[in-house]
């Protein structure tokens, strides 16, 4: 039972563009998002993150939306560079919890 | 300075075998976790420790055992490997028990063992 999802395995934008990364959710319990990026053979690194009380939260170039009526967030990046390709991976916790439930990443190519 | 460390960083051991995996942290952090990451990249966690004390045991089978012989590190003691044990396993700690937009993970950098 996967409670976080990310649906496209990868994406591929040009430099200067946006990018766009989604993740749903089942759990109505999370009340608190993450977003960590992996390059190949490190481990994940947490690049921002979202209560449930708010719908966006922005650092830099990257901005996290979180829709909780219809169980999604996405992470916005702009402009993308070519060092932002690597493994995004989305993942949420309950209220009080200790551990991370995560989507199985999306692979992120920006093309220069 | 790495601040969660893992050794080794890759392991390749036979079935029936029994391996440990370290993990230390120096961020002074009170809860020390233990990831796997599978073959379809689905990261799941497996356990959680708070100040040396066992927090979450996620329906692992009992030929894992972590230890932890103070705050800053976490072992994990796997017996009896098998092929299916095979995954990249990621250490991480953070500053408190609970999650929260104040206290992220942080992860080190995974051990890929491979059992054949």
């Known amino acids: 039972d996967q409670q976080v999802k990310q649906n496209s395995p990868s994406l591929s934008v040009q430099e200067g563009r946006i990018s766009i990364l989604n993740c749903d959710y089942t759990n109505s319990m999370f009340d608190y998002f993450l977003w960590y990026k992996k390059y190949p053979a490190e481990g994940p690194t947490f690049l921002i993150s979202i209560s449930s009380i708010k719908d966006k939260n922005e650092d830099g170039r990257f901005t996290v939306f979180l829709n909780k009526s219809a169980k999604h967030l996405s992470l916005h990046i702009v402009p993308s560079q070519p060092g932002d390709s690597a493994v995004y991976f989305c993942?949420?916790?309950?209220?009080?919890?200790?551990?991370?439930?995560f989507g199985t990443g999306t692979r992120l190519t920006v093309i220069p | 300075d790495t601040a969660v460390s893992q050794t080794p960083k890759y392991l390749v051991t036979q079935m029936g075998n029994d391996k440990s995996i370290k993990c230390e942290q120096n961020l002074g952090h009170d809860t020390m976790y233990w990831y796997k990451q599978d073959s379809k990249k689905f990261l799941k966690i497996m356990f959680s420790y708070n100040n040396k004390e066992l927090i979450i045991n996620e329906t692992v089978p009992n030929r894992f055992s972590p230890k932890s012989p103070d705050k800053a590190h976490l072992n994990l003691h796997i017996n009896s490997l098998e092929l299916g044990d095979s995954a990249v396993y990621f250490c991480a700690s953070s500053q408190e028990y609970r999650l929260s937009v104040n206290t992220e993970a942080f992860f080190g950098q995974g051990t890929r063992l491979t059992v054949v």
């Open positions: 993942a949420a916790s309950g209220a009080g919890a200790n551990n991370l439930f």
